[in-house]
Structures are given as C-alpha cells and as structure tokens.
C-alpha cells in the first residue's frame, strides 16, 4: 500500500465540488431563493413563511438580482481553471499555491452556502479546505515545484 497524498484527494474533491458548485449556480438562475430565509421569518396562514426584513439585501442579491449565483459561477470557472490548468500554467507559483486554494474554497463554500442549490456545494468546499490544510500540515508538495526548482523561467 502507498501513502495517501492529501492534496491529489483535495483535488479530485475540488473539482467534484467546483462543478457541482457551477451547476447549482446555473439552476440558482431559474429557481431562486435565499436559503436562510427561515432565520427570523413570520409564519403566516395564507402565504407561508415571510422572510424578516432584515434579511432584505440577501433577497435582493439573491432573489430579484442573481448577483450571488453569478459570482459563484465566476470564482467556480476560476477555481477549475486552477485545478485542472493547461500545461504550460503549472509553471506558475500561483498553481502550486495550497493557501490560495484555500482562500478561493472558503470563498466559494461563502457565496453558494447563500443560495438554495449550492448548498452540498458549500459542504464540499469546507471539506476541501480542510484537505488542503492537512496537507499544508503534512509539508507536502506538488511534484511541478519540486521539477521546478532552481530554474529562473520558463525554459
């Protein structure tokens, strides 16, 4: 049996949940609600449960303006684009970056936890994040840094 590399998981669970994340955003188009809509609101008979006001900038970036689902696709492109990267950007730091890829998950586990649809998506993030960390804590690295040191540039 091999040792178990942490940050090829956090990967394979990345793009799983990125995608996912993309679709949610997607449907998140056609059928939108807030999903925390229930913390506060009043429960009425003829018309069921009415979100507080205070929760009415969430309604309105999420609801009558789909400015969260649009910035989650966005960042969730920007993350595959990451994890699954043309050859020539594996060169970069920026792709061997742990601590980036954290930041963008937990990013992205913020902006779809808001809506209905990406809520599996948000879970998945979390977990990814705290993947990468492990193997932050472990000292691992990808292979491109170790191919890549020493060079001054692309060669």
Known sequence: MGEFIWH???????????????????????YRKFFWDFVGGTLRDPGGL???????FFITVIVKVPVVQILAMILGFVILALEMPLPMLKQYSFYRSFMLRIVLHLLEAFLTVLFYQGTNAALWSIITALCYSRAISLGESMAEAKQNRGRDGPA
């Not at 998981?9 to 993309?22: G, K, L, N």
């Not at 009415?50 to 009415?56: D, E, F, G, T």
């Open 50 to 56: 009415q979100p507080s006001k205070n929760v009415a």
């Open 8 to 30: 090829q998981w956090s990967r394979f669970v990345s793009i799983s949940a990125t995608i996912y994340a993309i679709w949610a955003s997607f449907f998140g188009f056609f």
